[in-house]
Nanobody
Framework: VQLVESGGDLVQTGGSLRLSCVPS????????MGWFRQAPGKQRELVAT???????NYADSVKGRFTISRDSAKDTVYLQMNNLKPEDTAVYYC??????????WGQGTQVTVSS
């Protein structure tokens, strides 16, 4: 399975973006899907995850601003990002984890927030 992200862009502080993550096939069963990000010179960090059953988890830095959701019919995962800040600037990566079966990453999409 491959993951294709889209939706990254350049926005001003306070703006919004919605990222999408589309798998190349719906013939896989994931345990968890999520969004991670990596800023220049920093380690990749968790942003938000969603379990197959719907439970979600967020990094403290994005709670109340970002929302992860899933279209179960398409197995597409979204990340709605509101009230963006310059510190949100990073490459955002989608991840699909199938327990011990697979751990797949997308190619990343750039989000840049100008001050």
């Amino acid at each position: 399975v491959q993951l294709v992200e889209s939706g990254g862009d350049l926005v001003q502080t306070g703006g919004s973006l919605r990222l999408s993550c589309v798998p190349s096939t719906n013939r896989f069963v994931f345990v968890r899907m999520g969004w991670f990000r990596q800023a220049p010179g920093k380690q990749r960090e968790l942003v938000a995850t969603i379990m197959r059953g719907g439970d979600t988890n967020y990094a403290d830095s994005v709670k109340g601003r970002f929302t992860i959701s899933r279209d179960s019919a398409k197995d597409t995962v979204y990340l709605q990002m509101n009230n963006l800040k310059p510190e949100d600037t990073a490459v955002y990566y989608c991840n699909a984890w199938g327990g011990g079966a697979f751990d797949v990453w997308g190619q990343g999409t750039q989000v840049t927030v100008s001050s």
